[in-house]
């Protein structure tokens, strides 16, 4: 929450005058609770497993794998709105190499009904069944990758969807572990 780091900073929130929201191309939880986007990453061969083992997803502390799933706009959406995001910063794009498809979660259906947010709360977090938007994938490399028109057409065109879908641009983004693999279209520390 970017109104946490103001008070735990001792500054006070009306001087943010930019926020960046950090997360990955696609979605990992550790743990149990709701996660509507969850794939299957135990079994070799799918998109889930693909994104445990390429992304090296394992909790830091406790070396627990992570559960995978396709990105969660709507969630984002529902962070963005709570946190008052300025742009984005996406980590780990060069992960998503070598898929042939990917599906983009825009929106759930719940009790019937289409929402294009995140609930508010776990119980109906936990009903809720994810629409999905189907993008290619690309199979050329984007590791290492510093420059936004360098990245493969369909890189872009997922990026592009989305800001389109979340509302809020992206900025950065990393295309490996190594902190010079980013792609920076605007720098916070220049924000206005």
Not at 69 to 94: E, H, M, P, Y
Not at 125 to 147: A, F, K, M, N
Not at 167 to 189: A, E, L, N, Q
Request: glycine fraction near 12%.
């Amino acid at each position: 929450m970017a109104g946490n780091a103001a008070a735990g900073s001792g500054v006070g929130p009306g001087m943010l005058h930019y926020v960046l929201g950090i997360t990955k191309a696609y979605c990992t939880r550790v743990g149990g609770g709701p996660f509507p986007t969850e794939l299957d990453w135990e079994t070799p061969g799918t998109p889930g497993y693909h994104m445990s083992t390429i992304g090296a997803e394992k909790g830091v502390t406790t070396g627990r794998s992570r559960r995978c799933g396709w990105f969660d706009a709507a969630l984002l959406k529902r962070s963005a709105q709570v946190n008052g995001l300025s742009g984005l910063c996406i980590t780990k794009l060069d992960v998503l190499d070598g898929l042939e498809k990917l599906e983009l979660c825009t929106g759930y259906e719940l009790d019937g009904e289409h929402t294009d947010i995140l609930p508010m709360g776990a119980d109906e977090i936990s009903r809720c069944t994810p629409v999905y938007e189907t993008l290619e994938g690309w199979t050329d490399s984007t590791v290492g990758v510093t420059q936004y028109d360098k990245l493969p057409v369909n890189a872009r065109l997922y990026l592009q969807r989305i800001e389109q879908v979340t509302g809020v641009p992206i900025h950065m983004v990393s295309t490996s572990p190594d902190r010079d693999h980013t792609i920076m279209m605007r720098h916070p520390y220049l924000a206005d």
